[in-house]
């Protein structure tokens, strides 16, 4: 068992109150082998593609970005800038979402909506625990709250001077967080008891990851390190120092390969790192011009093969195959109008994966073949900032379902589902939950 894992009682406080959350229906839609966007015909059943202008009083304007949600949540007052998607212990979807209003708002999907008040600034970072019991939300006042998923706070925690990141434990009440002032902190959930602040970063922690086995912790920062740390010591095991950029984001392999990981610069590359041998396994650079100015925003692992995709603020999106080692193999490269990738989410256990891009697009992909995606989503009427996805099957038997939320600059964060409809071999943009 992990020793960081432990249980403690939990205080509890008043209830916040309830908002229903408000639906939209409308027709279920369907992408064909083209992704056209098809619509059930009523009358005849056959399908026919979606018709813009079935309503005289729509502006042209409005149509232009056609809701395929199943479901807008209640909005923020200001741009969302963190969700996280959830199961509570019943089985139920939950959806977490934070803003520059300072407010979590925690959603049990078609039930209730509730108010997460507390910070005295913008809500950079949410998550949910690995059973649902529990959330967290994190504040640019350097405040980071622990919620029962019924919406009673259990801890507020106080220390860094502001929170970049958290994370939960993949198997415990462990939350880690990274800020701006270059440490680390991790606490017990629960209790808020502080179990050790890790020092070492010379510049703002802008992202960091518990290892897919959960006995290590990697951090990146703004000073163009990146970090391997012992929990239980407090130690820094490794640095991987001098890096050709400060880092963006990072990625950890699944459990099966706990030591492989992958850092995003600010650069037009990536990189790859093994923790156990302390080395740099390849570069991941994109394919660009030498006089190009695109730096990588970017990158995500695939669980069970030897992939990697890296995302560029130009639009690009590169899959490398990095099974042979150095360099890498770029397998195919898919480009969005010009528009940053935001973030790519791998399926579980196949080769395909979800990506957002800032114009507020959100696409399904089959690595394996590259080409068109295997359908598309939109909705959002500005800047996407923030993307998570939950994998079915929920209610469709034996049909795998995608529920995908998503929020940005627009205020209005948006549950979207697809299933994959056996029958027609196409898969069903769902327009209700």
């Known amino acids: 068992e992990n020793l960081l894992q432990e249980n403690s009682s939990v205080s509890m406080t008043e209830n916040i109150a309830q908002n229903l959350a408000e639906m939209e229906v409308d027709d279920d839609l369907l992408v064909d082998d083209d992704n056209e966007v098809l619509v059930e015909d009523e009358f005849d059943g056959e399908l026919a593609p979606a018709d813009d202008d079935?309503?005289?009083?729509?502006?042209?304007?409005?149509?232009?970005?056609?809701?395929?949600?199943?479901?807008?949540l209640t909005a923020h007052t200001d741009s969302v800038y963190a969700v996280a998607l959830g199961q509570s212990l019943d089985g139920r979807l939950l959806a977490l979402t934070g803003?520059?209003?300072?407010?979590?708002r925690l959603t049990h999907v078609g039930n209730s909506c509730i108010e997460l008040t507390g910070h005295g600034d913008s809500v950079s970072s949410v998550a949910f625990s690995h059973d649902g019991a529990l959330c967290a939300t994190g504040g640019y006042d350097g405040v980071v709250q622990i919620w029962e998923t019924t919406g009673s706070l259990t801890k507020r925690i106080e220390g860094p001077g502001d929170v970049e990141w958290l994370r939960f434990h993949p198997r415990g009440d462990v939350i880690l967080a990274g800020s701006g002032d270059g440490t680390v902190w991790l606490w017990q959930a629960r209790t808020g008891e502080c179990l050790r602040v890790f020092v070492g970063h010379e510049g703002a922690v802008s992202c960091g990851e518990f290892t897919s086995d959960g006995n290590g912790i990697v951090t990146g920062s703004a000073d163009a390190t990146v970090r391997s740390w012992a929990p239980k010591k407090g130690t820094c095991k490794h640095t991987f120092a001098n890096l050709p950029g400060a880092i963006i984001q990072l990625a950890v392999k699944s459990i099966t390969e706990p030591d492989i990981i992958a850092a995003a610069l600010d650069a037009p590359k990536a990189l790859l790192f093994h923790l156990k041998s302390k080395q740099i396994i390849t570069n991941l650079d994109l394919p660009i011009a030498q006089d190009d100015t695109r730096i990588a925003t970017f990158v995500a692992l695939a669980p069970a093969i030897s992939w990697a995709v890296v995302g560029d603020d130009a639009g690009a999106l590169t899959l490398f195959d990095y099974s042979h080692g150095d360099p890498?193999?770029?397998?195919?490269?898919w480009t969005f109008q010009d528009s940053p990738i935001v973030q790519a989410i791998w399926h579980?256990?196949?080769p395909r994966l979800t990506v957002a891009t800032a114009d507020g697009f959100i696409r399904h992909l089959d690595a394996r073949v590259g080409g068109d995606p295997?359908?598309?989503l939109s909705g959002h009427t500005d800047?996407?900032?923030?993307l998570d996805v939950h994998w079915g099957p929920h209610d469709y038997a034996q049909s795998e379902v995608h529920t995908v939320l998503s929020a940005g600059d627009d205020r209005i964060p948006?549950?979207?589902?697809?299933r994959f409809?056996?029958?027609?071999?196409?898969w069903v943009v769902l327009s209700s939950l």
């Open 54 to 72: 079935d309503d005289d009083d729509v502006s042209d304007e409005e149509d232009e970005i056609r809701d395929l949600s199943a479901l807008k």
């Open 99 to 104: 803003g520059g209003d300072d407010l979590g």
């Open 328 to 333: 890498a193999t770029i397998r195919h490269v």
């Open 348 to 350: 579980p256990s196949q």
């Open 374 to 376: 295997l359908y598309e």
């Open 383 to 386: 800047l996407l900032l923030a």
């Open 414 to 418: 948006r549950i979207f589902r697809a």
């Open 421 to 426: 409809d056996q029958s027609t071999q196409h």
